[in-house]
């Protein structure tokens, strides 16, 4: 059946209906498959993800691959930035402002479109941490403050995806509602709070609409990490709400070999050899972990293979864009449904509607914005400048100012850099080795200059210990002094023309700077070059994900604000554009991010 000509509008609030004794009936046959499959497997080869998104095939063994897509608020694909087109939904805390629940189920049946589109099985969606404090780092990405609203949305929501074949991945579950130290923090709660605020969400959703999947948060809850606190996940989220589904972690969020699959932790994401793998084979034969829990945790990932694939191997396709004109109809309509419009009832405004001018201040008025960027950045079909869209539609005059700067890093130069053949973007070249010997094993471009390179490295070609080297091309704008900025948790040079400009090879720090003249609409091609070797202290370096035969990309930070975060990202260069002292606002950012 064509996905196109199925109606996204349910007919009830369980749409499509089918009774629960079908649903248990299926359900049975899937584990009953997984056992099957089970009884032919290694020990623990479905406990560590293949990749950055794919969890483990075994194709002598009829086990196909899940890939995975983050979401919540559309499917991206396999590139954090740059990658295939996709449909951009509202986030989480607008969808939360409609309080419709036939919407939020619709929003879930085409996300599900998106995800297949992206050749994906699995969205890591939805977000129900709870808003407790207006500062939290990812409240635009959860639905609100009040549990039961959440609970309930994220129900329907589930329910749009899963009733088309794809699985949801409820999370962060649970305690995550600061992104402050997040890998570290302690989230001290007792028990009835926890219950009834933190909880509650991932229980309604859990007991209603059933997410084939549910992801641990990294911080600890009362001493003890997510990924293997027993209490949570054994006792309360398998025992008291009898959940039957797949566990997995956040990525790098694994703290252990042992407690993490007691606990009920069953993949670990992405791939890793610090935790799982011979370490837990090492440990069933020493005693130190029963079979039992092993057996268990394959199961339950092979129920959701079973779930999504079945013994489907057929190759991976490329990713592809699918935009629907119903899609972006839904859209527009979750977009009005979430905004508010205050009234001028009264006239208690001294406004006049004839003389009154319309001013629109703040930066983020006059660039692209598309969500909040982290695991909810998307490149999306289209977008819109609002202080454009606001003098095409009104009558009077217009006037912006820019206000403040709110960048905690300077913003990308994609717009300013182009490729040697002046295509917008950066070529990476890649070389097997730590030395940039020889002739580029792979050549790489990449179409926007803020680049996260795990999402594509090719480490099958260059091996656990390579060389890169990226190349852009700038061009200022103005003549005058401009600050350069070259940031790297890994050894890097920048160059300029030829001439190192900033050399980290031995030391990185943020912040290191060097003042330069460049010349306005004259080319400079600026360079970064970094490499891995197993020379290095990589442990110390990520101390969350890190082991040594784990390769690591060297050049580039990641969107997120919290560098903490990026054990598994490197280094970024950023130019701040200065004109003779005076900072107009422009800023370049090479490779890296905001």
């Known amino acids: 059946m064509n996905d196109s000509n199925t109606p996204s509008t349910p007919d009830t609030e369980y749409s499509p209906p089918c009774s629960p004794q079908q649903k ?6 899937t584990r009953s498959a997984a056992r099957e499959k089970l009884a032919r497997l290694t020990l623990v080869s479905l406990l560590t993800a293949a990749d950055f998104w794919r969890t483990k095939a075994i194709p002598e063994k009829g086990i196909p691959s899940i890939k995975t897509t983050d979401g919540p608020n559309g499917a991206r694909g396999g590139i954090f930035v740059g990658g295939t087109k996709a449909a951009l939904f509202p986030c989480g805390i607008s969808l939360a402002a409609t309080w419709n629940k036939d919407l939020l189920y619709q929003v879930g049946q085409h996300l599900a479109l998106e995800v297949r589109a992206r050749s994906a099985e699995m969205l890591l969606a939805p977000t129900v941490c709870m808003h407790r404090h207006p500062l939290g780092g990812r409240n635009f990405e959860s639905f609100s403050e009040d549990p039961f609203l959440t609970g309930k949305l994220a129900a ?39 219950r009834e605020i933190y909880l509650k969400p991932f229980e309604i959703a ?19 990490h ?9 006792d309360i989220l398998r025992g008291e709400w009898g959940y039957e589904g797949t566990v997995v972690s956040d990525w790098g969020g694994i703290n252990s070999s042992i407690e993490s699959v007691e606990a009920g932790c069953d993949i670990e994401f992405p791939y890793s050899s610090k935790w799982r793998l011979d370490k837990l084979v090492t440990a069933v034969n020493e005693g130190r972990i029963s079979i039992e829990d092993i057996n268990q945790a394959a199961e339950n990932v092979l129920t959701l293979v079973e779930r999504l694939k079945g013994g489907d191997m057929s190759p991976e396709a490329p990713e592809r864009e699918d935009d629907r004109e119903e899609t972006r109809e839904l859209i527009r309509i979750a977009g009005h449904e979430g905004l508010t419009l205050l009234k001028n009832d009264g006239g208690i405004l001294p406004l006049c509607p004839k003389s ?45 100012a820019q206000g403040c700067h709110i960048h905690k890093w300077l913003p990308v130069a994609s717009e300013y850099c182009t ?13 097997a080795g730590d030395k940039f010997e020889g002739n580029p094993v792979v050549k790489q471009r990449r179409t926007n200059t803020d680049l996260f390179l795990w999402d594509s490295a090719p480490l099958s070609e260059v091996g656990p210990e390579w060389s890169a080297v990226a190349t852009t091309y700038l061009m200022p704008r103005t003549t005058g002094k401009h600050t350069i900025s070259f940031m790297s948790v890994g050894p890097g040079k920048l160059f300029i023309n030829d001439k190192l400009v900033l050399d980290l090879w031995d030391w990185t720090e943020e912040g290191e700077e060097r003042s330069t003249l460049l010349r306005g609409y004259l080319c400079y091609c600026l360079l970064v070059s970094g ?64």
Not at 206 to 224: D, F, H, K, Q
Request: proline content about 5%.
């Open 24 to 29: 248990i009936q299926h359900l049975r046959d």
């Open 156 to 194: 329907q929501y589930i329910k749009g995806l899963q009733d088309r074949g794809v699985a949801a991945t409820i999370k962060h579950f649970v305690g995550n509602e600061q992104e402050t130290n997040r890998l570290t923090i302690d989230s001290l709660i007792t028990e009835r709070p926890l």
């Open 356 to 400: 009154t001018k319309v001013a629109v201040i703040g930066p983020n008025a006059n660039r692209h914005i598309a969500g909040g960027g982290g695991s909810a950045s998307l490149n999306p079909y289209y977008n819109t400048i609002p202080l454009d869209s606001i003098r095409k539609v009104s009558k009077q005059k217009v006037s912006f």
């Open 531 to 594: 490499c891995l070797s197993r020379r290095m202290h990589i442990e110390s370096l990520f101390p969350a994900i890190a082991s040594l035969s784990q390769p690591i990309v060297l050049f580039c930070l990641s969107r997120s604000p919290h560098v903490t975060w990026l054990q598994m990202t490197l280094c970024a260069a950023r130019i701040r554009c200065l004109q003779m002292g005076w900072y107009k606002g422009g800023c370049y950012h090479v490779l890296g991010s905001r």
């Open 206 to 224: 859990v007991r209603e609409a059933n997410p084939w999947a549910v992801m641990t948060s990294y911080n600890l809850i009362n001493g003890v």
């Open 419 to 431: 490729e040697q053949s002046g295509k917008p973007g950066v070529h990476i070249d890649w070389y």
């Open 226 to 234: 997510a990924d293997l606190n027993k209490h949570t996940l054994k």
